[in-house]
């Protein structure tokens, strides 16, 4: 099936330029420290969503809850300890909710049921509205994004290192257990769409939620030398959340999650060394193996 940009545009073009502007939302937390500029790329977001009729006023009632309890626990910092604990954990509600699609009031945009690449299995591409929003507000509010070239050397050592790592180790084990199978083929026209997909709606707002939240409260409430016990929680954790895709799936995903922390460990806590990792295993992934198993 054929599936460009433009026939994005002619399918719901006020939707499209939604999520582009929640990527832009992304993008400006590295180019600017004003929070005016990602906070102005949020909102058109939100007003075009509800314009092409993909929130509704009680998705808008969900949004608000995950703003204020995001900024809330990126101010907790004097807060009592049961306070930060209820802040904390009512943030990972709203972000799981929001990653498996659990809120009401979201209209999630499929925009092909019977893609194929290769031999794999045909599958739908959605582009979601409620999860990534988590994300890329997560990831503004904390305010970490790199901009240095020291910070952006650690980041590149750390997935130097994770990415290569984590293909062995990864589909070695995919390949055991019969979850894919080697398929080297042309890339369909779609691979662009599939790539913005991938980092800016999907790698993002998971490795916000579990690496970017939990890992780092597991990391507070251990002690330093259990750190790995952290990583592999927060791994656990996230192949769990990839329940809906089977056990093999939940165990690749589980496995992929300790090169994701590591990674994030490595680099210093800099989510951007999750989030690459993360995206360059699903690229191997995409380009190598049959997809989407």
Not at 104 to 110: I, L
Not at 140 to 161: C, D, N, T, Y
Request: aromatic fraction near 16%; charge should be positive.
């Amino acid at each position: 099936m054929s599936l460009t940009f433009n026939q994005l545009l002619l399918q719901d073009s006020t939707s499209l330029k939604a999520l582009l502007f929640l990527s832009l939302g992304w993008i400006f937390c590295f180019l600017s420290r004003k929070n005016l500029y990602w906070f102005c790329c949020l909102s058109i977001y939100l007003a075009l969503a509800v314009m092409a009729n993909r929130l509704s006023w009680v998705g808008l009632v969900f949004v608000t809850i995950t703003a204020g309890v995001t900024a809330a626990y990126f101010l907790k910092t004097e807060w009592s300890r049961p306070a930060r604990a209820a802040v904390t954990l009512g943030l990972f509600a709203c972000g799981l909710g929001l990653f498996a699609h659990w809120f009401p009031g979201f209209n999630n945009w499929q925009v092909a049921a019977e893609l194929t690449k290769g031999e794999g299995i045909p599958f739908s591409l959605w582009l979601n509205f409620d999860k990534p929003f988590f994300g890329v507000l997560f990831f503004a509010l904390s305010q970490e994004a790199a901009r240095s070239r020291a910070s952006w050397l650690e980041i590149f050592k750390a997935v130097g290192l994770a990415l290569p790592a984590a293909a062995v180790v990864v589909f070695a084990q995919a390949l055991a257990l019969g979850w894919v199978q080697l398929a080297i083929t042309p890339l369909p026209e779609w691979t662009w769409i599939w790539l913005w997909k991938n980092l800016f709606l999907t790698v993002i707002a998971e490795e916000a939620l579990f690496r970017g939240l939990l890992l780092r409260e597991l990391k507070k409430l251990l002690p330093e030398k259990w750190a790995g016990i952290a990583v592999v929680i927060a791994a656990l954790a996230f192949g769990l959340a990839h329940g809906a895709g089977g056990l093999r799936y939940v165990l690749a995903a589980s496995l992929a999650g300790l090169f994701y922390g590591w990674a994030y460990l490595r680099s210093g806590g800099r989510l951007e060394a999750a989030i690459l990792t993360h995206l360059g295993l699903n690229c191997v992934h995409f380009w190598f193996f049959t997809y989407p198993q």
